[in-house]
Nanobody
Framework: QVQLVESGGGLVRPGGSLRLSCEVS????????MGWYRQAPGKERELVAT???????NPKDPMEGRFTISMDNAKNTVYLQMDSLKPEDTAVYYC??????????????????WGQGTQVTVSS
Protein backbone atom coordinates (compact mmCIF):
# COMPACT_ATOMS: atom_id res chain seq x y z
CA GLN A 1 0.00 0.00 0.00
CA VAL A 2 3.03 2.26 0.28
CA GLN A 3 5.39 2.68 -2.63
CA LEU A 4 8.71 4.46 -2.89
CA VAL A 5 9.86 5.52 -6.33
CA GLU A 6 13.47 6.58 -6.67
CA SER A 7 15.04 8.42 -9.56
CA GLY A 8 18.13 10.38 -10.51
CA GLY A 9 20.90 7.80 -10.40
CA GLY A 10 23.37 7.28 -13.21
CA LEU A 11 26.96 7.58 -14.37
CA VAL A 12 28.91 10.73 -13.57
CA ARG A 13 32.55 11.76 -13.74
CA PRO A 14 34.55 12.49 -10.58
CA GLY A 15 33.79 15.98 -9.36
CA GLY A 16 30.34 15.94 -10.92
CA SER A 17 26.90 16.17 -9.35
CA LEU A 18 23.71 14.15 -9.20
CA ARG A 19 20.36 14.71 -7.55
CA LEU A 20 18.38 11.74 -6.29
CA SER A 21 14.64 11.90 -5.64
CA CYS A 22 12.33 9.56 -3.80
CA GLU A 23 8.56 9.97 -3.72
CA VAL A 24 6.36 8.14 -1.25
CA SER A 25 2.84 7.29 -2.34
CA UNK A 26 0.00 5.21 -0.98
CA UNK A 27 -2.11 5.21 2.14
CA UNK A 28 -0.56 6.45 5.36
CA UNK A 29 -1.20 8.98 8.11
CA UNK A 30 2.08 10.69 8.83
CA UNK A 31 5.71 10.61 7.74
CA UNK A 32 8.18 10.71 10.60
CA UNK A 33 11.38 10.79 8.58
CA MET A 34 12.95 9.92 5.26
CA GLY A 35 16.50 9.08 4.42
CA TRP A 36 19.12 7.69 2.11
CA TYR A 37 21.39 4.72 2.60
CA ARG A 38 23.94 3.24 0.24
CA GLN A 39 25.59 -0.10 -0.34
CA ALA A 40 28.79 -0.53 -2.29
CA PRO A 41 29.82 -3.91 -3.73
CA GLY A 42 31.13 -6.18 -0.99
CA LYS A 43 30.21 -3.75 1.76
CA GLU A 44 27.36 -3.38 4.22
CA ARG A 45 24.59 -0.87 3.74
CA GLU A 46 25.46 2.42 5.42
CA LEU A 47 23.59 5.55 6.37
CA VAL A 48 24.05 8.58 4.15
CA ALA A 49 21.56 10.98 5.76
CA THR A 50 18.09 11.21 7.22
CA UNK A 51 15.70 14.11 7.63
CA UNK A 52 12.66 14.27 9.87
CA UNK A 53 9.38 16.00 9.17
CA UNK A 54 10.54 18.98 11.25
CA UNK A 55 13.66 19.23 9.02
CA UNK A 56 16.09 17.85 11.58
CA UNK A 57 18.99 16.29 9.69
CA ASN A 58 21.32 13.47 10.67
CA PRO A 59 24.15 14.03 10.15
CA LYS A 60 24.07 17.77 9.58
CA ASP A 61 26.76 17.68 6.90
CA PRO A 62 26.83 14.25 5.28
CA MET A 63 29.90 13.13 3.38
CA GLU A 64 32.04 16.02 4.60
CA GLY A 65 29.47 18.54 3.41
CA ARG A 66 29.38 17.28 -0.18
CA PHE A 67 25.83 15.93 0.09
CA THR A 68 22.65 17.77 1.07
CA ILE A 69 19.38 16.12 2.06
CA SER A 70 16.06 17.94 1.83
CA MET A 71 12.39 17.04 1.95
CA ASP A 72 9.26 18.49 0.38
CA ASN A 73 6.53 17.59 2.86
CA ALA A 74 3.75 18.62 0.46
CA LYS A 75 5.06 16.21 -2.19
CA ASN A 76 6.14 13.45 0.22
CA THR A 77 9.47 13.53 -1.53
CA VAL A 78 13.03 13.45 -0.26
CA TYR A 79 16.01 14.64 -2.26
CA LEU A 80 19.73 14.00 -2.04
CA GLN A 81 21.92 16.54 -3.78
CA MET A 82 25.36 15.03 -4.30
CA ASP A 83 28.22 17.33 -5.30
CA SER A 84 31.95 16.80 -5.76
CA LEU A 85 31.33 13.11 -6.30
CA LYS A 86 34.20 10.67 -5.83
CA PRO A 87 34.70 7.13 -7.17
CA GLU A 88 34.20 5.84 -3.62
CA ASP A 89 30.65 7.22 -3.71
CA THR A 90 29.81 4.50 -6.22
CA ALA A 91 27.02 2.40 -4.74
CA VAL A 92 23.36 1.52 -4.91
CA TYR A 93 21.47 4.24 -3.08
CA TYR A 94 18.31 3.27 -1.21
CA CYS A 95 15.52 5.52 -0.04
CA UNK A 96 13.92 4.84 3.33
CA UNK A 97 10.79 6.16 5.01
CA UNK A 98 9.44 5.79 8.55
CA UNK A 99 5.75 6.50 8.79
CA UNK A 100 2.52 5.93 10.66
CA UNK A 101 -0.37 4.07 9.06
CA UNK A 102 -3.56 2.33 10.03
CA UNK A 103 -2.80 -1.30 10.88
CA UNK A 104 -6.36 -2.29 11.68
CA UNK A 105 -9.38 -0.04 12.22
CA UNK A 106 -8.83 1.86 15.43
CA UNK A 107 -5.16 0.97 15.73
CA UNK A 108 -2.24 2.75 14.12
CA UNK A 109 1.30 1.43 13.81
CA UNK A 110 4.71 2.57 12.69
CA UNK A 111 6.28 1.15 9.55
CA UNK A 112 9.55 1.38 7.67
CA UNK A 113 9.70 1.00 3.91
CA TRP A 114 12.58 0.84 1.44
CA GLY A 115 12.90 1.81 -2.17
CA GLN A 116 14.21 -0.52 -4.84
CA GLY A 117 17.55 1.26 -5.06
CA THR A 118 19.17 3.39 -7.72
CA GLN A 119 22.70 2.90 -9.02
CA VAL A 120 25.19 5.75 -8.77
CA THR A 121 28.48 5.20 -10.56
CA VAL A 122 31.31 7.72 -10.35
CA SER A 123 33.95 6.97 -12.94
CA SER A 124 36.08 8.68 -15.54
Amino acid sequence: QVQLVESGGGLVRPGGSLRLSCEVSGTFLNIYSMGWYRQAPGKERELVATISSDATKNPKDPMEGRFTISMDNAKNTVYLQMDSLKPEDTAVYYCNVALEAVAVPGYNADYVYWGQGTQVTVSS
